[in-house]
């Protein structure tokens, strides 16, 4: 399985950006979807989920703010990101996994992984 990322870019605040990760995430060797984030000196944080029914879930310093989606052939995920925050700036991945749908939040263990796209915000 191979994520690749793209759409980070430097933005003001209040400003919005749309991440795209190329992937086939319902294969046969995954089954949920996620976005993570990793700001510098800071560890790794999950930030939505997307399980294979449609279940979302987002942690709470971006709830109402970015939405997690895929398109209709479910082979790109998106992370849409509105009212961005300086406190958003990091670098983004998109990772992947096969677990019960129940366990599909941002706190699993995902198994595949992108390379990264750096979002900045001033």
């Known amino acids: 399985v191979q994520l690749v990322e793209s759409g980070g870019g430097s933005v003001q605040a209040g400003g919005s950006l749309r991440l795209s990760c190329i992937t086939s995430p319902y294969g046969h060797k995954t089954n949920c979807v996620a976005w993570f984030r990793q700001a510098p000196g800071k560890e790794r944080e999950g930030v939505a989920s997307?399980?294979?029914?449609?279940?979302?879930v987002y942690d709470d310093s971006v709830q109402n703010r970015f939405t997690i989606s895929t398109d209709d052939a479910k082979t790109t995920l998106y992370l849409e990101m509105d009212n961005l925050k300086p406190e958003d700036t990091g670098m983004y991945y998109c990772a992947a996994t096969q677990t019960r749908w129940l366990q599909c939040t941002p706190k699993a263990t995902y198994t595949y992984w992108g390379q990264g796209t750096q979002v900045t915000v001033s």
């Open positions: 997307l399980s294979e029914i449609g279940q979302t």
